[in-house]
């Protein structure tokens, strides 16, 4: 299976997962709860069936994505309510550059090999620079500077979890596939548990008065998008040459969300001619790391 198709088919997931709350306006942090029970009612058979890892990574490396989990995606889940999917994706630069360089740094000769491969390297890096630019300048306006400072923390999290990803799944001694399922049960159990623990903590950030089948609802379906999403994006990150790729087409996410916003009229002043050079720029990138 291609790498970059599975990273779009697991960033249309993430754009749904983002996109919902702005609907249904529930609040951060319990939906966030309600996501990671979800997830952990419906993959809990997979800890009878399959055999558990060995690999002592694999349990730190879900107790830690399972930790930033409450914080990470319910101040996601916040900023698509109060504005929408697209401004909650603004972590994706910094995630890519933090992903791109760890594991050049990790891996050298992959660095090297690149740089040595003239044509591959410099269509490489110039897609990277233009889809990086043209995102910065998406929607130009002080909110959406402001939003990327505020989920600059979320960016680097997210770089070092697709590092771990590869680490994981792509480097050597790599665990099968089928632990993916395994890592996602992990952590959602850890983020639930972290949940509601911050939530005994500090009952104000339980926010408004919520139906708890209202809440369930909601939880049960981000659950399932969230499983295809994350699911298909670790298998994405593990099958590309450097997660940092992955991440460049997670870019594509707030393009995606202006033309839905576009085509069922929500306002949304993001540039499309930007959108467009993004979309190229991310072909350039997918022909040059597949062919040359």
């Not at 790498?3 to 951060?28: D, F, G, I, K, S």
């Not at 298998?235 to 995606?256: D, E, F, H, K, M």
């Given at each position: 299976?291609?790498?970059?198709?599975?990273?779009?088919?697991?960033?249309?997931?993430?754009?749904?997962?983002?996109?919902?709350?702005?609907?249904?306006?529930?609040?951060?942090?319990?939906?966030?709860?309600?996501?990671?029970?979800?997830v952990g009612v419906v993959l809990l058979p997979a800890m009878f069936l399959l055999p558990l890892p060995q690999d002592p990574k694999f349990?730190?490396?879900?107790?830690?994505?399972?930790?930033?989990?409450?914080?990470?995606?319910?101040?996601?889940?916040?900023?698509?309510?109060?504005?929408?999917?697209?401004?909650?994706?603004?972590?994706?630069?910094?995630?890519?550059?933090?992903?791109?360089?760890?594991?050049?740094?990790?891996?050298?000769?992959?660095?090297?090999?690149?740089?040595d491969n003239a044509w591959q390297g410099a269509l490489v890096f110039i897609a990277l620079f233009i889809m990086l630019a043209a995102f910065t300048r998406l929607r130009r306006n002080d909110f959406a500077w402001r939003a990327m400072l505020t989920t600059i923390p979320v960016g680097v999290v997210y770089g070092v979890a697709l590092f771990i990803f590869k680490l994981l799944f792509g480097g050597e001694n790599a665990l099968p596939n089928s632990?993916?399922?395994?890592?996602?049960?992990?952590?959602?159990?850890?983020?639930?548990?972290?949940?509601?623990?911050?939530l005994w903590r500090w009952p104000a950030m339980r926010g408004k008065q919520v139906h708890l089948p209202q809440l369930a609802k909601a939880g049960g379906i981000i659950a399932l998008f969230y499983i295809a999403a994350e699911g298909l994006w670790?298998?994405?990150?593990?099958?590309?040459?450097?997660?940092?790729?992955?991440?460049?087409?997670?870019?594509?996410?707030?393009?995606?969300?202006?033309?839905?916003?576009?085509?069922?009229?929500?306002?949304?002043?993001a540039s499309p001619q930007l959108g467009l050079v993004m979309v190229l720029a991310a072909l350039v990138l997918v022909l040059a790391v597949e062919i040359l």
């Open positions: 299976m291609a790498w970059w198709l599975l990273a779009l088919v697991a960033n249309l997931c993430y754009a749904v997962v983002l996109e919902l709350n702005r609907h249904w306006q529930l609040p951060a942090l319990p939906l966030t709860l309600a996501r990671s029970v979800g349990w730190w490396a879900g107790v830690f994505l399972g930790l930033q989990l409450p914080f990470t995606v319910s101040l996601l889940f916040r900023l698509a309510a109060k504005h929408n999917g697209r401004v909650a994706a603004m972590f994706m630069p910094v995630e890519l550059v933090v992903s791109l360089v760890l594991w050049w740094l990790w891996d050298q000769s992959s660095f090297i090999e690149l740089w632990s993916i399922i395994q890592l996602l049960w992990l952590s959602s159990s850890v983020g639930a548990l972290t949940a509601l623990l911050v670790i298998w994405a990150v593990s099958l590309a040459a450097n997660p940092g790729y992955s991440a460049a087409l997670a870019l594509l996410v707030p393009v995606g969300l202006m033309a839905y916003h576009r085509a069922t009229g929500v306002r949304d002043e």
